[in-house]
């Protein structure tokens, strides 16, 4: 497959690459190419800049835990796809606004607090899985399975009401989608962050238990946070918690479902240990975050040989650093959930860290097995190549999973 190149006089190639979908957890060969080379490729971006592309694991870790790179679009406005967002959201920050904000969030997602979730999320499982099953074979198992598991458990955690689910699904859709023009971006934007601040209302009239309600009562009211920067952080974890997830656990099924003898592995396993490792071997594998992080020099510099310019924009390609000779040599392009992958970056690195990631983990060791073991049967309803594949996303995974058993 030759490199898909955009057709607008540059020559630059487009990234995320496009996969051939016969082999859709084959990374575009250009990645390879990229890493061996510099390290660093030129690329143009969705507003028309080009920007570098980070694919070497040690320049991406470096990268992300270096000051001198900013995420900050009120600084670097080119780091924005949508445009400004209503209030600035800590994700799109640096230190120490940046700390400010998500070090009030972060006792929510302690190892400890996430594990406390374990059965209510067991509880959500079963009930989409027998749900599934009671509608009947065949089923598209991102909008039967993958995408309702990852939404009522943040919708929870938030106290989001879950009948508005479909509302926040498609809006964060189109804020996701590579495709979508900036208005559109930050028309769903505007449109989320006034159901969050409706949100915020409620719970300071009819308080429940929950991180919103919880954070209004604690730091609102102390005048510590802004009503709008509370409704920022709700719109940024309702966004950040479902898709991602929701991707991890339809794209690791089908993973799941091309590699039979690992399936078997965990279906019959009575060790946890066994189920946390192969989450963690799927997650480097996957490495769905193919286009989320974005960063601007802050000054000039040099990475790999390279030259880098203040103002310069880079984005890593966490697919090819995950697989990287350097972090795991030769064997980069394997599954298999037997080995330790301590050390991959699919949660990213550095101050930005994902936040959610106890939780997506707690979810993913939940969804995957019991899916593999209340039905042994599963399988895809159609041929592989016709299963429709997210290449254009900042999340890579598949639009729709028809399976049947
Ligand atoms: C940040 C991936 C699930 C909340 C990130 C970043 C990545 C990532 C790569 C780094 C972004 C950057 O450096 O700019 C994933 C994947 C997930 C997942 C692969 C699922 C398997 C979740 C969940 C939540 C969440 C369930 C919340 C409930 C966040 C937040 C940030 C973040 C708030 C921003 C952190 C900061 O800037 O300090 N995630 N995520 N994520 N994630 Fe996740």
New binding site residues.
């Given amino acids: 497959m030759s490199t898909a190149v955009t057709n607008d006089g540059t020559g630059l190639p487009v990234y995320p690459g496009v996969r051939d979908s016969r082999c859709p957890f084959d990374l575009p060969p250009e990645y390879e190419a990229w890493r061996l080379g510099d390290g660093l490729q030129r690329v143009r971006m969705w507003n028309g800049r080009t920007a570098w592309v980070v694919s070497r694991y040690e320049d991406v870790k470096k990268i992300?835990a270096d000051p001198r790179f900013s995420?900050d679009p009120a600084r670097y406005p080119q780091l924005s796809p949508a445009g400004m967002p209503p209030v600035p959201a800590?994700?799109?920050?640096d230190d120490p606004g940046?700390a400010r904000l998500?070090l009030m969030?972060t006792k929510d997602?302690t190892v400890k607090r996430t594990e406390a979730m374990r059965p209510r999320i067991r509880e959500i499982v079963d009930r989409f899985l027998e749900q599934m099953i009671a509608e009947g074979s065949p089923a598209d198992l991102v909008q039967a399975y993958a995408l309702p598991i990852?939404s009522l458990?943040?919708s929870l955690?938030l106290g989001v009401p879950y009948e508005d689910h479909e509302y926040f699904q498609q809006n964060s859709l189109v804020i996701n989608q590579a495709q979508a023009t900036p208005e559109e971006k930050t028309a769903a934007s505007a449109s989320l962050f006034g159901f969050l601040m409706e949100l915020v209302a409620r719970k300071e009239r009819e308080p429940g238990d929950d991180l919103l309600s919880r954070l209004y009562a604690e730091r609102v009211v102390t005048g510590e946070l802004k009503r709008e920067e509370l409704a920022m952080n709700g719109m940024?974890?309702l966004f950040?918690?479902?898709e991602?997830?929701a991707?991890?656990i339809s794209l690791g099924t089908l993973t799941l479902l091309e590699h039979p003898e690992q399936a078997a592995r965990i279906r019959e396993t009575d060790d946890p240990k066994v189920v946390a490792g192969a989450v963690e071997e799927l997650?480097r594998y996957l490495?769905?975050?193919q286009d989320?992080?974005?960063?601007a020099a802050t000054e000039d510099l040099t990475i790999g040989g390279q030259e880098i310019k203040e103002g310069d924009i880079l984005t890593?390609n966490?697919p090819a650093a995950n697989r990287d000779p350097a972090f795991l040599p030769d064997t980069g392009d394997v599954f298999d959930i037997g080995r330790s992958v301590r050390g991959h970056?699919?949660?990213?690195?550095?101050?930005?860290?994902?936040?959610?990631?106890n939780?997506?983990?707690v979810?993913?060791m939940e969804a995957l097995p019991a899916l593999l073991r209340r039905l042994p049967d599963l399988r895809l309803a159609v041929p592989l190549e016709d299963v429709k594949f997210r290449h254009d996303m900042s999340?890579f995974g598949v639009h729709e999973l028809p399976v049947t058993w």
Avoid: S
């Fill in positions: 992300l995420a800590f994700p799109r920050m940046h998500r969030l997602f990852p458990v943040i955690l940024i974890l950040a918690g479902h991602t997830t991707n991890m997650l490495a769905i975050a989320m992080i974005w960063r890593v966490l970056i699919a949660f990213g690195h550095g101050i930005h860290q994902c936040l959610g990631q939780l997506a983990r979810e993913l999340a």
